[in-house]
């Protein structure tokens, strides 16, 4: 009779350095989906301010409230995302998505024009958002 010997891994212990590595990595992450949360909300409440213009009595208060909370959502995850991404590299990304995001509101919402000349500087700018942040 022979016998079997059963053997069962044990997941090895991080070292500390690469368990903070991580963390860090998780970190940076979590920033930059706060940043492109906070220029989301910058779309949501220039679409606020856009539903505003035509709207008039208790209509035109609820428009103006909702853009009050996405201002103060916007601005409240700018300043977070600045505390770890530096400030030059989040304000053109955070105003880029706004930017972005309004004009292409604008277009499928409000249906303003899309030429091809406000198509090709958005797409620039979009290429610019990309850019600063493979460079940061």
Not at 18 to 27: F, P, R, T
Not at 30 to 40: P, S
Not at 57 to 84: C, D, P, Y
């Amino acid at each position: 009779m022979s016998l079997i010997c059963i053997t069962f891994a044990t997941p090895k212990q991080e070292s500390p350095a690469i368990a903070a590595a991580l963390k860090k990595g998780a970190m940076d992450i979590m920033h930059w989906i706060i940043l492109i949360v906070a220029g989301l909300c910058e779309v949501g409440f220039t679409y606020c301010l856009g539903r505003a213009r035509t709207a008039t009595g208790v209509e035109w208060w609820s428009w103006m409230a909702g853009f009050i909370v996405f201002t103060v959502l916007s601005m409240g995850m700018l300043a977070k995302a600045t505390q770890h991404i530096p400030l030059g590299t989040a304000y053109p990304v955070w105003t880029g998505i706004g930017a972005a995001g309004t004009v292409l509101v604008g277009i499928l919402v409000f249906h303003e024009p899309a030429t091809f000349w406000r198509l090709f500087f958005i797409t620039t700018l979009v290429a610019s958002i990309i850019g600063l942040k493979a460079l940061s």
